[in-house]
């Protein structure tokens, strides 16, 4: 039994309600070619967004329609035809990926609509293939169209795809056979029980991009910690040991400056100045002080007193990579905890700690 049918408005003030916190949600549609996927995307509209059409495969490729003021975006795909079946699952597969590999969740696919023509009364092979493929990026409703009779059909769809979160079945354009007049339906069902999925596919949406956010985020200051080594490296080649320790500071607290900017945590030159030197706890100071300095240069192969101030270059070099990966890490394991939140200086100077104790270049201090 299907709800009877609500006008678009009520339609659309439904999907705002359920939206508005929730920013956009986009929805893939997917299906062999002539099911009926563009006319539905044109119904779910209540507009000729999408050209439609008999005879032949109509959409030639995937494209993204809207409609001012709602905030649910659907791909409309190129239907999955015979004899370039695999080659077009295959292409929504990538352009999947390539979405979902987004740093803003906003970009990722987040809902699928794989359509069966009920008049067709299979699952094919290669419709399962497809709904497995789907149904590991994101939830997956099968939508069964040109709804005419149902004869069981779709409790059978149910148990030949345990992968979907529902079956619906739709009609897309009302329809006249012999005395019966058979109206649109199925448009609400299928709505609501998308809008029912979205919290979860957002949430998904939210943790993956955040991963990959991190992800970058990472790359991007191992970068810059590759930048401040090689010119602490420079600097500290310089014939004079232990002043150039000195000389390399700044660079290093640029660089843990520039690394805090990358991961978007606030942190003022007092606060960076203090984790360098140490000051601010015991451990740091022990962990990279001149101690541990003597004996990273007694570690390197070749060193004597003779090479010091040349090898000098490397130690800096090693001392101010280490000290850059364990401030990344130590972001990292910030972050996760706490994705949103901006660390005290404490909990800064603890995590960094906790990190610089497990850089080998710098564990000298606690086995010699
Ligand atoms: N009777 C009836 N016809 C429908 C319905 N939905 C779609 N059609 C017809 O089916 C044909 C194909 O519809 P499209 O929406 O173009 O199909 P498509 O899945 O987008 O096809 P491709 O773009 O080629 O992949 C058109 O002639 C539509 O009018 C429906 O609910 N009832
Ligand atoms: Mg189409």
């Known amino acids: 039994v299907s709800t009877p049918e609500l006008t678009p408005r009520d339609l659309y003030n439904a999907i705002e309600e359920a ?30 967004l999408a050209t439609t059409g008999q005879g032949r495969p109509v959409t030639t490729e995937t494209r993204e329609i809207s409609k001012e003021g ?10 999955l035809e015979l004899g370039a079946y695999q080659h ?6 990538a352009f999947i990926r390539e979405r979902n590999a987004s740093a803003d969740p906003q970009q990722h696919i987040h809902v699928g609509w794989v359509c069966v023509a009920e008049d067709s009364r299979r699952l094919e ?19 069964v169209t040109k709804a005419r ?6 409790a059978e769809l149910q148990r030949l795809a345990p992968q979907v979160r529902n079956v619906v079945r739709v009609r897309a354009i009302a329809e006249q056979i012999e005395d019966f007049n058979l109206p649109v339906m199925g448009l609400n069902d299928l709505v609501e029980l998308t809008m029912e999925l979205v919290p979860e596919a957002q949430r998904n949406a939210f943790a993956a991009a955040q991963v990959i956010d991190l992800n970058q985020r990472v790359a991007r200051s191992r970068q810059l910690v590759r930048l401040a080594a090689l010119s602490a490296g420079t600097v500290g080649a310089s014939p004079v040991p232990f002043s150039d320790w000195i000389a390399i500071m700044p660079i290093q607290v640029g660089m843990l400056a520039k690394i805090s900017a990358t991961f978007g945590i606030d942190v003022d030159a007092n606060m960076l100045y203090t984790l360098i030197t140490g000051t601010a706890g015991g451990a740091l100071a022990a962990v990279v002080g001149k101690a541990a300095f003597v004996q ?30 364990a401030y990344i890490a130590a972001l990292v394991a910030l972050k996760q ?3 949103a939140g901006q660390p005290t200086s404490e909990q800064l100077r603890d995590a960094f700690v906790e990190q610089l104790q497990q850089q080998p270049a710098l564990r000298v201090e606690a086995e010699a």
């Open 337 to 339: 905890r706490d994705p």
């Open 70 to 79: 709602i905030p649910v975006h659907i791909f409309d795909t190129r239907g």
């Open 149 to 154: 009779s149902d004869n069981g059909l779709r």
């Open 88 to 93: 077009i699952a295959d292409e929504l597969n």
């Open 19 to 48: 939206l508005r916190e929730r920013g956009r949600v986009n929805v893939l549609i997917a299906g062999k070619s002539g099911v009926g996927k563009s006319t539905l995307v044109n119904a779910v509209f209540d507009k000729q």
């Open 296 to 325: 990273l240069i007694k570690l390197i192969p070749g060193a004597g007193v003779v090479a010091g101030g040349l090898m000098a270059g490397g130690v800096a070099l090693a001392v101010t990579s280490a000290l850059g990966e």
């Open 125 to 143: 092979e290669g419709e399962s293939a497809f709904i497995e493929m789907l149904a590991g990026h994101m939830p997956v409703v099968l939508v």
